[in-house]
Structures are given as structure tokens and as C-alpha cells.
């Protein structure tokens, strides 16, 4: 099991910026990839980024050219700054690390944190 502590949530005004931190309570490095994810009220959970163990980075077409996800392996923390953030980006934003090998993997989640974009 991987713990995931996350921060950096809280109010913004529309354009503005906020960074999201989540720390694994493993090593990064011995992680399959790790990830953000958003779910609004009566709304499946959506990939917003993701990236890979081998610094592969996905995002959600929402989020091009504003979100940027990076890790820190020294400070074993993956962070995703998002700017220009617009009312539609109001969320509550999930960490998700991923494990496993040979057809055995497993998702592990943090407890998220509440992203809240005014107008």
C-alpha cells in the first residue's frame, strides 16, 4: 500500500496559479507512474496529468499548455502547477499513484484536495 499526502489546494481568482504537491510514502522511482485527477459532483473521476516512472507526461486536452506536472525525486514529491486557471477548473483534485508488475497492478489514492476558481 502507498500512502499519498497531498497540498497546495485552496481559492484562487480566475487566472490565477496554484501548485498541488502530493508526496508518496514510497520512493517515486519504484512507482509505475503517478498522476492528478479531478472529479466534480455527479461526475466520474478524469484524468487531468500523469507521468511515468520514465518522465512520460500525459494531460487532458483541458489542460494543455496550462497544467504542467514534474517530479522532484530529491524531495520524493510530484507537483502539478496549474496557471490560468478559469471557474471550470474547480475541483476536487485527486493524487493517484500506481504499482505493480506482470499483469498485477494497483491504484492508490490520496485523499484529495479541494481546487476552488472564482470568476
Known amino acids: 500500500q502507498v500512502q499519498l499526502v497531498e497540498s497546495g489546494g485552496g481559492s484562487v481568482q480566475a487566472g490565477g496559479s496554484l501548485r498541488l504537491s502530493c508526496a508518496p510514502s514510497r520512493s517515486i522511482s519504484s512507482l509505475n507512474a503517478m498522476g492528478w485527477y479531478r472529479q466534480a459532483p455527479g461526475k466520474q473521476r478524469e484524468l487531468v496529468a500523469r507521468?511515468?516512472?520514465?518522465?512520460?507526461?500525459t494531460y487532458a486536452d483541458s489542460v494543455k499548455g496550462r497544467f504542467t506536472i514534474s517530479r522532484d525525486n530529491a524531495k520524493n514529491t510530484v507537483y502539478l502547477q496549474m496557471d490560468s486557471l478559469n471557474p471550470e477548473d474547480t475541483n476536487v483534485y485527486y493524487c493517484?499513484?500506481?504499482?505493480?508488475?506482470?499483469?498485477?497492478?494497483?491504484?492508490?489514492w490520496g485523499q484529495g484536495t479541494q481546487v476552488t476558481v472564482s470568476s
Open positions: 493517484k499513484a500506481e504499482t505493480g508488475l506482470g499483469g498485477t497492478y494497483y491504484d492508490h
Open positions: 507521468i511515468t516512472r520514465y518522465g512520460s507526461t
